[in-house]
């Protein structure tokens, strides 16, 4: 109960550690998740991924979201040589669940290739994503140093608008 008091008598403190715990967690938080064939039609055939893919940028610890029929089509992964021919015999992984509703986390670099099976890979069911490392975050801009200059504009300034403002208020009660 007394550090709730306490936080209360100064929420500019508070608010400012509260600002810097969500800066310091945001990296955490910035994992996307992808939904394949979004706005087309979800995990479907006659669809073009490799459009759907070209201006998206796929990172660590994203995630594909394949949203599909569950009773004809899959989510398998394979090696580009299977993507390429549509071959689902060597599997990498298969992470049909048979729900159609099927997450897949992109957790390492590299190219990886999926395909549906049963024959909807020869109509365009088959996407390949170029996973990466995030982009470091951008440095923060140096801190400026104050010259003297701007030391002495501020001594002058603020007292002057402090000056201002008793004139002012001063001329207000005489008038009022």
């Known amino acids: 109960m007394v550090r709730v008091a306490a936080a209360m008598r100064f929420p500019p403190l508070f608010a400012t550690v509260a600002c810097a715990l969500m800066v310091v967690m945001l990296p955490q938080v910035t994992a996307k998740r992808y939904l394949v064939g979004k706005h087309m039609g979800g995990w479907t055939s006659n669809v073009n991924y490799t459009v759907w893919a070209k201006d998206k940028h796929f990172y660590l610890e994203d995630w594909l979201y394949f949203v599909y029929d569950r009773n004809q089509m ?30 897949v986390e992109l957790n390492v ?18 996407l390949a994503v170029h996973t990466v490392k995030k982009p470091s975050p951008p440095k923060p801009a140096p801190v400026k140093s104050y010259s003297p200059t701007t030391c002495y504009k501020s001594q002058f300034i603020v007292p002057l608008a402090f000056a201002v403002g008793i004139v002012w208020d001063f001329f207000l009660n005489l008038m009022g």
Do not use: P, Q, W
């Open 74 to 103: 899959s989510v398998l992964e394979v090696n580009k040589t299977n993507y390429e021919t549509c071959n689902s015999d060597h599997l990498l992984g298969n992470y049909t669940t048979g729900a159609g509703r099927d997450v």
């Open 109 to 126: 670099t590299g190219y990886r290739y999926f395909i549906s099976g049963n024959g909807f890979c020869y109509g365009g069911m088959k």
